[in-house]
């Protein structure tokens, strides 16, 4: 629980930087990511979490991780595609001077969506530590690189107001499944880096050559 509201406060934070002083979102997601990362550095002296119990680490056991993945990924293409707030967050993603002038509150939507965002990185941290037994500062670094890929593979425009979650799942089995394939072939992980990076930009001129 505490995982999830500290994740949920974070996303909050940024919704309400970016809705009340309309800096980038960029700016105050990555702001908000170096800051928590030096966090927890700080809270935890540097070292790792170890001794976690039982009740805990049984989350990231087995299967458990995929079927929360894929229940979040259900739970979401239902709120995106026939709610009301899956139609406030394209109308926002796509134009939000007109969706404003619609009669949406931006501002407060923005800082919902920005919360659920915190929520579900504060549930990826959870199942991260439980599954490795221990809780670390630096765990999951570089993932965030990870999340854009996947997004934009499957078909997430970063101008926004475009993408669907079953488009992002599929870019995310694309992307595990090329960094198990490279895995196997021993190529190494500086590689794969490389590739990951050539996919990105890729994908993303595909994307503005779409919208053009």
């Not at 919704?15 to 550095?41: H, Q």
Request: net charge positive.
């Amino acid at each position: 629980a505490v995982g999830l509201l500290v994740g949920g406060a974070a996303g909050l934070v940024n919704g309400a930087l970016i809705a009340k002083t309309g800096i980038p979102p960029f700016i105050a997601t990555l702001g908000m990511m170096v800051a928590a990362r030096g966090a927890a550095r700080a809270y935890t002296d540097g070292a790792p979490v170890s001794g976690l119990l039982p009740a805990f680490t049984w989350i990231g056991q087995g299967s458990r991780p995929v079927i929360l993945f894929l229940v979040v990924a259900l739970i979401f293409h239902v709120a995106l595609r026939y709610t009301r707030y899956g139609k406030f967050t394209y109308a926002i993603g796509a134009n939000p001077q007109a969706a404003r002038v619609s009669g949406i509150d931006v501002g407060r939507h923005l800082m919902l969506v920005y919360t659920i965002a915190g929520l579900l990185a504060g549930l990826g941290g959870i199942v991260m530590a439980a599954r490795n037994g221990s809780g670390q500062a630096t765990m999951g670094t570089g993932y965030e690189l990870d999340a854009i890929a996947a997004a934009v593979i499957g078909g997430t425009s970063l101008a926004g107001g475009v993408g669907r979650i079953t488009g992002t799942v599929i870019g995310t089995v694309i992307l595990g499944v090329m960094t198990s394939g490279f895995t196997f072939l021993g190529i190494d992980a500086y590689y794969q880096d490389i590739v990951k990076g050539c996919i990105i930009v890729a994908a993303v001129a595909a994307d503005q050559y779409r919208q053009r």
